[in-house]
């Protein structure tokens, strides 16, 4: 049996990989590398070791990537057909699974579950077992295969029965929806995804309270864990990376740029700011926050001409009509904010949609105020990230219903992501922070939101997976 074992040592599976292709106009592929958690985290042990990701063929260039053989050491992309891909994505992964666990639907007319749901289901397991059959092909005897997210939950329980030998883990990267909502789905599906999911040794949530959430739903509709083993991993900012990449030549200029646009008070001196950096996603709450900043600026008039709110969101997921109304709808608010208070030079929102890193960083540099405000979310980043670049320090404005919250809670100001009002005078209590209580803040919210640096995240759970 052995030799039919594949060589990896440490596999990771998730839907979007580390690289993706895009065809030139002269033909060429040219190779873009992605960031975040899992790609420091892996490279920490790299090809060499055994290491192996396997990811999807997301787009054409993939596609073509694939078709000609070329690709990296270490990666293995999959080329699911481009309907059951899109299928398992966008219908049942980013508009049924993403929904529940951020409870983003309008219940009076959403969800409907019907023959088309079914259809697409049927692509979600397909996906799913592309996956698992991939992994299983490829992974050495006793290998450990690391799962990630909502599109691949029912990989552990397929991929056990292909190779009872492995150690796998599922790691979740948003919350976990409490059970009367998780039993929106269809009683065989949520069935399905539980017990997909209790196929692995090991299950990762971001924090206690979707660990938690999981359990319920375990316990309400699966009769319980079982053997799985259940840990909490709260993925911290890279501040190495972080303070080093934030001061390269390219966001310098991007500062520069930013700080024109930011403008100057009536009295001299920069302008504040309030700086957001997001997807352009429903659970970020992003219009709430344009709302909330509108109300500052009527309820505290002092402001007016003083602040700024730089309003990075970045599209995504826009073959969804839903996605694509949504950012809509921030341009629209924002516009009409500008509309309503903006002056010969001052623009209150400064809101660009074209993704940009060093941009990003930049904005970051000049915070006085991170607004991180979503309605729900498996723990933001950006909430860990903005105080160790911002060269000032910056307050933090943060929802309580981030999973952020349980680390940084404490230094922050929370908010109540529906309460606009509330958000608004938390707006105006973080402006007004005394700079030297700002600055202690800001210490201590950079400490411990880079306390699980990524590299660090990742061999942890693949310790505590090889036991
Ligand atoms: C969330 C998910 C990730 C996903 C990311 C970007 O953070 O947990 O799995 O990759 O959003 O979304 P996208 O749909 O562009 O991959």
């Not at 260039?61 to 057909?81: I, K, N, Q, T």
């Not at 109540?416 to 007004?432: I, K, M, R």
């Amino acid at each position: 049996m052995a030799s039919s074992f594949g060589a990896a040592q440490v596999l990771v599976a998730s839907n979007r990989g580390p690289v993706s292709y895009e065809v030139r106009e002269d033909g060429s592929l040219h190779a873009k590398r992605g960031g975040g958690g899992l790609v420091s985290g892996l490279s920490a042990i790299g090809p060499d070791a055994g290491a192996l990701w396997v990811c999807s063929a997301l787009g054409d260039g993939d596609r073509e990537a694939v078709r000609r053989g070329v690709g990296e050491d270490g990666v293995r992309m999959l080329d699911v057909p481009a309907d059951v891909h899109a299928d398992a994505y966008n219908g049942i992964a980013n508009s049924v699974l993403w929904f529940v666990h951020h409870m983003l639907y309008q219940t009076p007319l959403e969800p409907v579950f019907d023959a088309e749901f079914r259809r697409q289901w049927a692509s979600y397991e397909a996906y799913n077992r592309a996956f698992a059959e991939a992994l299983a092909e490829e992974a050495a005897e006793g290998a450990a295969a690391m799962v990630q997210d909502y599109h691949l939950t029912l990989v552990p329980g397929m991929l056990r029965e292909l190779r009872p030998d492995l150690r796998i883990s599922h790691f979740s990267h948003t919350p976990w929806a409490p059970v009367d909502y998780f039993r929106l789905l269809p009683d065989d599906i949520a069935g399905q995804v539980l017990r997909g999911m209790l196929g692995a040794d090991r299950l990762g949530f971001l924090t206690r309270r979707w660990a938690d959430a999981f359990t319920a739903c375990c316990d309400a509709l699966a009769g319980g864990l079982g053997s799985t083993e259940i840990g909490v991993h709260g993925l911290g900012g890279d501040a190495d990376f972080l303070r080093k990449r934030s001061h390269e030549a390219d966001v310098d200029e991007r500062m520069a740029a930013l700080r024109d646009e930011i403008g100057t008070m009536p009295e001299g001196g920069a302008r504040r700011t309030i700086v957001r950096v997001d997807r352009t996603e429903l659970s970020k709450n992003i219009v709430r926050g344009l709302l909330a900043y509108r109300e500052l600026l009527t309820r505290r008039p002092e402001w007016r001409e003083r602040v700024v709110h730089v309003a990075f969101a970045y599209p995504s997921r826009q073959d969804l009509a839903v996605y694509r109304d949504y950012t809509a709808e921030v341009r629209r608010v924002a516009e009409a904010v500008n509309e309503e208070f903006g002056t010969a030079d001052w623009t209150p929102v400064v809101l660009n949609l074209e993704d940009d890193f060093a941009r990003s960083l930049a904005a970051y540099r000049l915070a006085d105020v991170a607004l991180v405000n979503p309605v729900r979310d498996g723990m933001n980043l950006v909430a860990k990230e903005v105080p160790v670049v911002s060269d000032a320090g910056c307050a933090l404005v943060l929802s309580r219903e981030a999973g952020a919250y349980e680390e940084l809670g404490e230094d922050a100001v929370v908010v109540n992501p529906y309460d606009v009002t509330g958000t608004a005078e938390a707006l105006h209590e973080a402006l007004g922070l005394p700079a030297g209580e700002r600055a202690e803040r800001s210490k201590r919210l950079a400490a411990a939101g880079t306390a699980l640096p990524p590299a660090r995240w990742f061999l942890d759970q693949l310790e505590a997976l090889r036991g």
